[in-house]
């Protein structure tokens, strides 16, 4: 068996969540492989929304096993919130929730180092949702991190002790900020009570023994492919590896355990925090679709820059993840527009190219085609071939032009307002 692998591939916030709750049904696990709790994965069913942050979205599927490999960074305070946040919804994790030994810990002075990084980079600042995920992961880069597996050290209090004295050492070229450390550690400590009742094992052996015996995986990923440490629009990235390349190191498989790559991407484009946004709107147009699409952060409440989508920027990571299918979000929120805008191409230094720079410059122009809208409500759709006629027309020039066919297309927030290609799914 192979791992499949659906992740977003623009700046974060497609809707992998509810992507995931929908497919999980075909699998036996869904794996969370990178990122921490600067994500943010909405699910709405039965009227009721759910956002995660670490735990996998499949958690809400009773059947299914759920992993948090290794890839991942956990901060405990957190995570107990997002068990609270089951226990009070009825959902039984017990035997079906486990956390891989080696993931990271965050604790509450990466936080703090967090903040204190980002009011010394003043107006140049990324936008950090200073959940200390970076911090954290330089820590594992540089082999000073905690891990999972060292919470049942009997030394682990004195391991704590150093290495948050080499952040206290950190923070002392750095700007003062408000944060109550003494409160924060209290009740990171307290939370590990909590997250040490979560079982733990060794993600390499577990997930290859599970493809072993026949069972079907699905990886999630998280935030989106622009924001790749390496291939995203650097320095405005998050600290992992978002693309397909990261299951791998995430999970402890081998590249040619990867099966279908679902990728997510929405009917228009958004991004959170600074960095370059070729198709950005900084105008009334901008402004609707953020209203419409109710387009604030699920983990810092943000509101989120809005664009016409950006078809360079999806066939660059279409190509980086090697994505078999795709999957189109939230294109009801189109559903007022007389037209619809679709990036093709940059105009940089008089040249047209559909190539993403080494860096993109803020002047740079889009060259856009222009759709005409449906200026219907899609409510009452339910099948992919009862779209309206220039839906079906947006939709299927998408298609052409990202030589991948669009398997899904989510008309809706809830869970059943997804249509499906009959011939796929």
Not at 106 to 118: G, K, T, Y
Not at 195 to 200: A, C, E, G, T
Not at 249 to 273: M, W
């Amino acid at each position: 068996m192979n791992i499949d692998v659906i992740l977003g591939l623009q700046w974060g916030d497609e809707g992998k969540g509810k992507i995931v709750d929908y497919l999980a049904d075909r699998y036996d696990v869904v794996a969370r492989f990178q990122g921490g709790p600067n994500a943010g994965h909405t699910l709405v069913f039965d009227g009721k929304k759910h956002v995660l942050h670490t735990i996998p979205s499949g958690v809400f599927r009773s059947n299914l096993i759920n992993l948090v490999g290794n890839g991942v960074v956990i901060d405990p305070i957190t995570f107990e919130k997002e068990l609270n946040g089951l226990d009070k919804a009825d959902v039984d994790y017990d035997h079906r929730l486990f956390i891989a030994e080696k993931a990271h810990l965050i604790l509450p002075s990466h936080r703090l180092l967090d903040a204190a990084n980002e009011a010394a980079k003043g107006k140049s600042k990324i936008g950090s949702t200073l959940r200390g995920i970076g911090p954290t992961y330089m820590d594992r880069t540089g082999r000073n991190g905690l891990r999972i597996g060292d919470i049942n050290r009997v030394d682990f209090k004195e391991r704590y002790q150093k290495l948050k004295q080499k952040h206290l050492s950190i923070l002392t070229s750095l700007p003062k900020v408000d944060f109550d450390l003494d409160g924060e550690e209290q009740k990171w400590f307290a939370s590990l009570e909590r997250l040490r009742k979560i079982p733990q094992v060794s993600s390499e052996y577990y997930v290859n023994r599970l493809l072993k015996n026949g069972k079907r995986i699905l990886a999630e990923g998280a935030q989106g492919s622009m924001l790749d440490v390496d291939f995203g629009t650097y320095p405005y990235v998050t600290s992992s590896n978002t693309v397909t390349a990261g299951v791998c190191i995430g999970l402890g498989v081998s590249p040619d355990k990867i099966g279908e790559v679902i990728g997510i991407t929405k009917a228009y484009c958004t991004r959170v925090g600074g960095g370059p946004f070729p198709s950005e709107l900084h105008d009334d147009v901008g402004e609707l679709l953020r209203k419409e699409g109710h387009e604030f952060g699920a983990t810092t409440g943000r509101p989120r820059r809005c664009g016409w989508i950006d078809l360079p920027q999806l066939k660059y990571t279409i190509m980086l993840n090697g994505v078999t299918q795709l999957v189109l979000t939230k294109i009801d929120v189109l559903n007022i527009f007389k037209e619809l805008n679709v990036g093709v191409s940059y105009q940089i230094d008089g040249k047209e190219t559909e190539e993403v720079p080494f860096e993109i410059p803020n002047d740079l122009k889009m060259n856009y085609k222009t759709y005409k809208g449906w200026e219907q409500s899609l409510v009452e759709v339910k099948t992919f071939d009862a779209l309206p006629n220039n839906a079906r027309l947006y939709v299927d020039a998408l298609e052409k032009e990202l030589g991948v066919p669009i398997t899904m297309v989510s008309t809706g927030p809830d869970r059943v307002e997804l249509l499906t290609r009959p011939s796929v799914y």
